[in-house]
């Protein structure tokens, strides 16, 4: 099975739950602190929650997607250019919060995980559609 190009996506799962785990352990080591990274309510601590919680929230696509293309289907074309989508959003989405956290007028660099996550979810979806 890891010669199949979906395996990309479940080991990515994993490895995002883990790395979830292990930043969630960062953050509660200074969450206490009320002035970390500006306040509770600062841009900045909020991009880190956001990158925080997208590395488990795009586990569970990465997850979802690998057990769709399980269903027996050969994969297209089209779910190939989608796993891969849905690798590069997984792992631009917490880069692009960190780098935006601290250098906020790069939000454009929210494009890549956006429109990697969306095309991938929109090519799933038409395939999935297929009979």
Do not use: D
Not at 56 to 73: D, E, H, K
Not at 92 to 102: D, I, K, Q
Request: charged share 10%; glycine share 10%; proline share 5%.
């Amino acid at each position: 099975m890891s010669g199949h190009p979906a395996y990309l996506n479940l080991v990515l799962a994993w490895l995002w739950i883990v790395l979830g785990f292990l930043f969630g352990f960062f953050l509660g080591l200074f969450f206490h602190r009320e002035e970390w990274l500006g306040g509770y309510a600062s841009l900045k601590r909020r991009l880190y929650r956001l990158a925080h919680i997208s590395f488990f929230g795009l586990a569970i696509i990465n997850l979802l997607f690998y057990f769709t293309v399980q269903r027996g289907a050969p994969l297209s074309p089209g779910l190939a250019l989608a796993s891969w989508g849905f690798a590069v959003g997984a792992f631009s989405m917490p880069f692009c919060c960190l780098v935006m956290a601290h250098f906020p007028k790069l939000r454009a660099l929210f494009l890549i995980p956006v429109v990697s996550l969306s095309a991938s979810g929109i090519l799933t979806f038409w395939e999935v559609l297929r009979p």
